[in-house]
Structures are given as C-alpha cells and as structure tokens.
C-alpha cells in the first residue's frame, strides 16, 4: 500500500528554518465524565509498550472488563484534584512549555507541549512545529527516569507521525535526566523549602511510579535509575540511611510490580512506629491524579488510620523556577552543534536556480 504523505511548504534553500522542541507528557482526559475518561483510558491501556500482554486476551481483558468497571472510578478520582483550569498536569505543562519557551528566548528554538494520549496531541504539536519552520527537532519526554512503557511510547508516537512527512526534521530524543544535576538540585531545593516552612520528619519517603516486575527483568532499567535518583536526592539532602525509604505506587492488575509497593509500606511504617512523615514524587515532573489523589490523599489515610499522626506530601516540581532552569539546561545541553548560523543559504540557493531547480 502506498503511503500518503502530509502536504507541506515548499522547500526553500533561503530558509534554514528553526529548532523545534516537543516537550511531552503522558496526559489526562479532556473532562472528568466517564465518557472521556474511558476514552482516554482506551487509549492508554491498547499501548503495546504499556501492556505487554498477547492483543486478543488483553483486548477481551480491557473491553470486557476493566472499561466497564473503571472509567466510573477513576472519573471520580479525577474531580478530586480537577479545579478551575481543568486538570492540573495539562494546565501546569502548559505553564512548562511557557515558561520554558521563554527561558530558552525565541532565537534558541520554539517550543511546544504534546501529550501522548489525550489533547493536546503529540502530532498536533508536530504539526505546529512544522509550520513554525522547524527543520530540527528535539523530544524531551517529562519523565526522568527511563521505561519503554513512557518514554519510549512517546518515541513510538513521534516517529508515527514522522512516518506521514515527507521532508523529515533532524531528530534528536532525551531517553532520560534522572541523575541531571540541576533535576537533583531542584528536587533538593524543594524538600528545603518544604521543610523550612513545616519542619523536618522522622522519614522521607521517595515514591516512584512502579511498572510490573515482568518489564524489569526483560531488561528495563526503570527500577536502577529510580534507585539513583533517590541516592543521590539523599546524598544532596545529607539524610542518613534511616531518614529515607524507597516504594514505588500506581499497581493495576493481580501480577507482581516493582516492590515495596508505596500503600503497603506505609501502614507498615505506622504500624512499627513512625508516626512523622513526608512523602515526595521524583519520577513525576508535574502533579497529576497519581501524586494529588492517591498520594496526597489515599495514601495519607491509610497512614493515618494505621497508626501515623502526621503526614505530609512534598508536590512536584511543576513548573517552579529551579526546575525550569534544570530543564532548560538539559534542552541547552543537548542542542550542542545545532545553534551554529548557516551563512550559506542564499548562495545554495543561487546555485540551484543556477543548476534549473526552478525550471
């Protein structure tokens, strides 16, 4: 079958074009009615990189059951944290993309958000790339740490696109920052600035997205950077091994993830005794329904009722000033060899009228 290619400009010798950057995140549904949660969620769970399971078992799986049965659930989740800008990881990666654009200033490259299920679209922020002129592209996936099921599902989604252009922009891809310096230094900075408005904790728990433990030991290095991550946020801290504990959150389904689960390690640290805690995300740029609701407020009930007296969620960086700056040197880093001026243009023009290009 042949392919059909989008229609675009001309090409243009004159035109040295633009960098683009796309910065993307996983997303969230246009609204909290269950119509447009099970949508997203469709969407979301028929990801071969999310679930690896055989398409016809996990198709009856999905359709048969869990969209009947979650959309209502998670719809109601969704308007605990949704407020008057609509869902809050859309509203501040927007406030991202903003801020970051003009961190970088227009002359470094143009900037725009895509999400990789839901609105805004990935191929929506390619297409406005594309009609900015951009001739290099630059994907930075808001995920820290590496894992096929996030980070290289937005490479999936890029290059889909990328299949439909004829003219293809230079490509380059951040696969992971998860030990960037200023993305530790940031997180750092925000426990400070937590702890010297509310004080200290006896524990600070580091509670990372988990995956199914099938994916780790097919060789996916999720779990080995999270572990980094969380070395290295304590070292910055100075926290001694007892002031600091690793779990990882968001299971679905009756198969093993990556352990200790963050729910169960909770009840089981109220239960011994631990009575003070503060808990932060360092696997999530940008609050979302799984650090606002299950974090913040799931979680700190079933502290709570196990026995804890106080707990604390520490929130994303979002689209804080430090985390900003660590981003945009990451972009800054990775753009080495594309901000040299072509001063050639014009006279690779001349000569292709020359050779009877315009003929």
Request: with cysteine; hydrophobic share 40%; net charge positive.
């Amino acid at each position: 079958m042949a392919v059909k290619f989008t229609r675009q400009t001309a090409f243009d010798h004159a035109d040295s074009g633009c960098i683009g950057v796309l910065v993307a995140n996983l997303g969230t549904p246009d609204s909290c009615r269950v119509a447009d949660v099970r949508r997203y969620l469709r969407q979301f769970l028929m990801d071969r990189r999310v679930v690896e399971m055989p398409r016809p078992l996990w198709w009856l799986i999905l359709n048969g059951i869990i969209l009947n049965t979650r959309p209502r659930k998670t719809a109601h989740a969704y308007r605990t944290v949704w407020d008057e800008d609509g869902s809050p990881l859309l509203s501040i990666s927007r406030r991202q993309r903003r801020k970051l654009a003009e961190h970088l200033g227009p002359q470094a490259a143009v900037v725009e958000l895509g999400m990789r299920y839901g609105n805004p679209s990935i191929a929506d922020a390619l297409g406005k790339l594309r009609a900015a002129g951009m001739r290099r592209l630059l994907v930075l996936p808001l995920y820290p740490q590496y894992c096929a099921a996030t980070t290289a599902s937005t490479f999936d989604a890029v290059c889909a696109e990328l299949r439909r252009w004829r003219w293809l922009p230079g490509l380059r891809f951040i696969d992971h920052y998860h030990d960037h310096p200023g993305y530790i230094s940031a997180l750092a900075g925000s426990v400070r600035d937590h702890r010297q408005i509310h004080g200290g904790s006896e524990l600070l728990l580091m509670s990372f997205h988990g995956i199914p433990r099938a994916y780790f030991e097919a060789g996916d290095p999720y779990h080995c950077e999270c572990r980094k991550t969380a070395r290295l946020l304590a070292e910055e801290l100075g926290l001694a091994e007892s002031e600091w504990r690793v779990s990882f959150q968001s299971r679905l389904g009756p198969g093993a993830w990556l352990q200790p689960y963050t729910d169960r390690t909770l009840v089981k640290l109220a239960q011994a005794g631990t009575r003070d805690l503060q808990v932060i995300c360092p696997g999530f740029s940008a609050d979302c329904l799984e650090t606002l609701e299950e974090m913040a407020l799931t979680n700190r009930d079933l502290f709570m009722r196990a026995g804890g007296a106080r707990y604390e969620y520490i929130p994303c960086l979002n689209d804080s000033e430090p985390h900003i700056r660590a981003l945009a040197s990451i972009v800054t880093g990775h753009l080495g060899g594309w901000d040299a001026p072509d001063t050639d243009r014009r006279r690779q023009k001349e000569r292709a009228m020359a050779l009877g290009a315009g003929a």
